[in-house]
């Protein structure tokens, strides 16, 4: 089983500045990986796929990168709709794993 | 507008069993994989089970292998999970989640259903 570990868990950010958050694949998943975001009471909700493709619908501000084992979501200018859970996923083989989880907080 | 909609969760005894549905609709729901994701009270998200579009692939997390079984009927749009033995660390929301590309079982999930809850407590 493919272990992904985010981080950090936590993370304070003011409106309108950058959030970079990142996640780790224990092996490799090519570029298998997904982002989501979870707001409190709200089933998840696709972000980027493909490590760096955009889910239809979703603002520019947010960017994927990486491959392999290291992976990165950046948040361009923090809106206040940002502040929530977000999860990262693999989906190179099964079991599909998440990470568990960074909560972008205002700071 | 594709939606996913969950049913059939509620509180259960422990050893009992429970078979939650998700009914489809707004796609062509035999051209995607399909799967469960289950999420315990303020804890992070969990991969549970899928299905392939035609049923031939189909896979279970270790902690619920041999309990749970995933089904699904393509004539009326509907998944479903036969949950056995439930146990307390069985306790969560289930969501139903679409495949997020046709045919391939290895694929995002894109969208999620709102989920059902299902608790297991004497």
């Known amino acids: 089983e493919k272990v992904m570990t985010q981080s950090p868990a936590t993370l304070s950010v003011s409106p309108g500045e950058r959030a970079t958050l990142s996640c780790r694949a224990s092996q490799s998943v090519n570029s298998n990986f997904a982002w989501y975001q979870q707001k409190p009471g709200q089933a998840p909700r696709l972000l980027i796929y493909?490590?760096?493709t955009r889910a239809t619908g979703i603002p520019a501000r947010f960017s994927g990168t990486g491959s392999g084992t290291e992976f990165t979501l950046t948040i361009s200018s923090l809106q206040s709709e940002d502040f929530a859970v977000y999860y990262c996923?693999?989906?190179?083989?099964?079991?599909?794993?998440f990470g568990q989880g960074t909560k972008l907080e205002i700071k | 507008e594709v939606q996913l909609v969950e049913s059939g969760g509620g509180l259960v005894q422990p050893g009992r069993s429970l078979r939650l549905s998700c009914a489809a609709s707004g796609f062509t729901f035999d051209d995607y994989a399909m799967h469960w994701v289950r999420q315990a009270p303020g804890k992070g998200l969990e991969w549970v089970s899928g299905i392939s579009w035609n049923s031939g692939s189909i896979g279970y997390a270790d902690s619920v292998k041999g309990r749970f079984t995933i089904s699904r009927d393509n004539a009326k749009n509907s998944l479903y999970l036969q949950m056995n033995s439930l146990r307390a660390e069985d306790t969560a929301l289930y969501y139903c989640?679409?495949?997020?590309?046709?045919?391939?079982?290895?694929?995002?999930?894109?969208?999620w259903g709102q989920g059902t809850l299902v608790t297991v407590s004497s």
């Open positions: 996923q693999q989906y190179n083989n099964w079991p599909y794993t």
């Open positions: 989640a679409k495949g997020g590309a046709e045919i391939a079982f290895l694929t995002w999930f894109d969208p």
């Open positions: 493909g490590a760096s």
